[in-house]
């Protein structure tokens, strides 16, 4: 699985969006890109997943690079609930494929 | 629906102790994981089961961790003997097949291990 680089930390401010970048330069193309976060003391959650066309939620967008070899998740209105560690993670689509966390970026919402 | 449950919250042992944890999946979720994450970094997945068979044991060290899920269903985790180095969060996720959103795991709360 390929591996991913974040930015260890990140700040915004309350209701300003936060967009996260993650580089994946070595995805391949059968490869997806996962989003998943982590508020302190709790386990991570999902929040979005695709392949290479940009996606959205009710929690946030994806947007995908052309060349899928980076991507960008975008808080449209960020909280202080927001506050957490945010996990690119790029793995197969199957359930046999692993989940390769790395140390995430901390994004900080502050008032 | 009920999330996935885990037990105890928190433990606290001297090194070379035994310790075992529990998960309760969601239920009908076929798959069943576990991972080990250190203060600071992402979880690390220690062993996937697809119902009650291992699909993924080789980041778990075998020598002092143990995994089952006899039934298919809840799981346990054990550690035995516990070494100072273990101290951590061991997490538990589930995920459906069947679910639309097939490759999210929901995860549990963790059990938060600090061995002395």
């Known amino acids: 699985d390929a591996k991913t680089t974040q930015p260890p930390s990140m700040d915004c401010a309350e209701g300003r969006a936060a967009n996260l970048p993650c580089n994946h330069s070595?995805?391949?193309?059968?490869?997806?890109v996962y989003w998943y976060r982590q508020i302190h003391s709790q386990g991570p959650q999902y929040i979005i997943h695709g392949l290479k066309n940009n996606e959205t939620n009710e929690m946030a967008s994806l947007i995908i690079t052309e060349d899928r070899k980076s991507s960008t998740l975008i808080l449209p209105h960020a909280t202080l609930r927001d506050t957490a560690v945010y996990y690119c993670i790029v793995r197969g689509r199957y359930n046999f494929n692993k989940f390769y966390f790395g140390s995430g970026t901390k994004l900080n919402v502050k008032p | 629906e009920a999330g996935v449950a885990q037990s105890p919250r928190y433990k606290i042992i001297e090194k070379r102790q035994s310790v075992a944890f529990w998960c309760n999946p969601i239920s009908g979720h076929a798959t069943l994981y576990w991972y080990q994450q250190i203060l600071g970094q992402g979880p690390k997945l220690l062993i996937q089961?697809?119902?009650?068979?291992?699909?993924?044991d080789s980041q778990l060290p075998k020598d002092r961790f143990s995994a089952e899920r006899l039934k298919g269903v809840d799981s346990t985790l054990k550690i035995q003997p516990a070494k100072l180095e273990d101290s951590a969060v061991y997490l538990c996720?589930?995920?459906?097949?069947?679910?639309?959103?097939?490759?999210?795991?929901?995860f549990g709360p963790g059990t938060r291990l600090t061995v002395l």
């Open positions: 089961f697809q119902n009650n068979g291992v699909v993924d």
């Open positions: 996720a589930s995920s459906s097949l069947r679910d639309r959103r097939e490759d999210e795991q929901f």
């Open positions: 070595t995805i391949s193309g059968n490869e997806y």
